[in-house]
Every structure is written in C-alpha cells, then in structure tokens.
C-alpha cells in the first residue's frame, strides 16, 4: 500500500523560504519518478517539480526554475521541495505524486500514480 505524507507547509512572506517533506511507503523514490503538485483555488493543478532519484533527472514547471530544487533521501525514502524567493503566486495545496510511470514527471495525467494529503502553504505580507 503505497503511502505519501506531506509536511512543513505554512505562512511565509514574501521572498521567504519554506522546505516541504513527503515521507513515502510502499514505493521507492529512488526508483519511481516523484513529483511535488500544486494546486491554488480556481486554477488547475500543476507541476513544480519531478526527480527520477536514481539518476537526479529533474523537470520544473517554468513558474518556479531557479527558486525551487526538490531532492530525494534514497536512504530514507523522503523527497523534498526547497522553496526559495516565494511570491504571493505561490500560495496553493502542495501535493506530494509517486508515479510508476514518467507522464507525471512530464506534467501530464496518470492512472498509475498515487497522491498524498496535500499541505497547505500560504504567502502573504
């Protein structure tokens, strides 16, 4: 049973940073293609950001090249986003998405993925 939890969203101002956490089980990040979403009211949910953890191939939605890096711990089965420079734009519901596939990690749909809970993060003066 393939398990994704994410952790460390809340309020920031802007150009500030936050680092968000997703503890997975049942699936391997060094092996499968993880990805971080987001999703703000009104608008369609998105790529931040995708790692193959056994090579480091990354993919970033354009909005967020240069401010965000995600990484994966392979030891212990953890991907993270670090969030540099945030703007009020970036507010939204983080999602944490294992794939067995790679359409995610190209931004496309998947029925051979799995979502976490989601964590909120909030910029605002």
């Known amino acids: 049973q393939v398990q994704l939890v994410e952790a460390g969203g809340g309020l920031v101002q802007p150009g500030g940073s936050l680092r968000l956490s997703c503890a997975a089980s049942?699936?391997?990040?060094?092996?499968?293609?993880m990805s971080w979403y987001r999703q703000a009211p009104g608008k369609e949910r998105e790529l931040v950001a995708s790692?193959?953890?056994?090579?480091?191939?990354?993919n970033y939605g354009d909005s967020v090249k240069g401010r965000f890096t995600i990484s994966t711990d392979n030891a212990e089965n953890m991907v993270y986003l670090q969030m540099n420079s945030l703007k009020l734009e970036d507010t939204a519901v983080y999602y944490c998405?294992?794939?067995?596939?790679?359409?995610?990690?190209?931004?496309?749909?998947?029925?051979?993925?799995?979502w976490g809970q989601g964590t909120q993060v909030t910029v605002s003066s």
């Open positions: 998405n294992a794939d067995y596939g790679s359409r995610r990690f190209h931004g496309l749909e998947s029925r051979t993925d799995y």
């Open positions: 049942g699936v391997s990040v060094r092996t499968h293609y």
């Open positions: 790692i193959l953890g056994d090579d480091g191939r990354t």
